[in-house]
């Protein structure tokens, strides 16, 4: 399994953001898909999961209502819609591929077998 992320970049805040995750040698439609972000001299932390089905999110508390997850399964993608954005926001952002399905929800590093190379998102006040 292949994750790619993208469209990471410097936004000023209160700004937007959309990013990527392309998901490769795994139909999508059969993985839960988490969303994690590492700020520098920090652990890797959770910020969004969805469940294989779909039907099924869970969030940090920092970030719900402001973030969201979202997949299309037909494009092997999986998203991360980040409005209102904030300093703190600023992180490495990683996607992540529980394909060994570890017990919901999968809020946990460990919890996740594959991982992408990560995007940049920087909010500037």
């Not at 988490?34 to 970030?63: H, L, N």
């Not at 409005?83 to 399905?101: F, H, I, M, Q």
Request: net charge neutral; hydrophobic share 35%; proline share 3%.
């Amino acid at each position: 399994v292949q994750l790619v992320e993208s469209g990471g970049g410097l936004v000023q805040a209160g700004g937007s953001l959309r990013l990527s995750c392309a998901v490769s040698g795994r139909t999508l439609s059969s993985i839960p898909m988490g969303w994690f972000r590492q700020a520098p001299g920090k652990e890797r932390e959770f910020v969004a999961v969805m469940s294989w089905s779909g039907t099924s999110t869970y969030y940090a508390d920092s970030v719900k209502g402001q973030f969201t997850i979202s997949r299309d399964n037909a494009l092997n993608t999986v998203y991360l819609q980040m409005n209102s954005l904030k300093p703190e926001d600023t992180a490495v952002y990683y996607c992540a591929a529980d394909v060994t399905g570890s017990k919901w929800p999968q809020v946990r590093v460990s919890d996740y077998e594959y991982w992408g190379q990560g995007t940049q998102v920087t909010v500037s006040s």
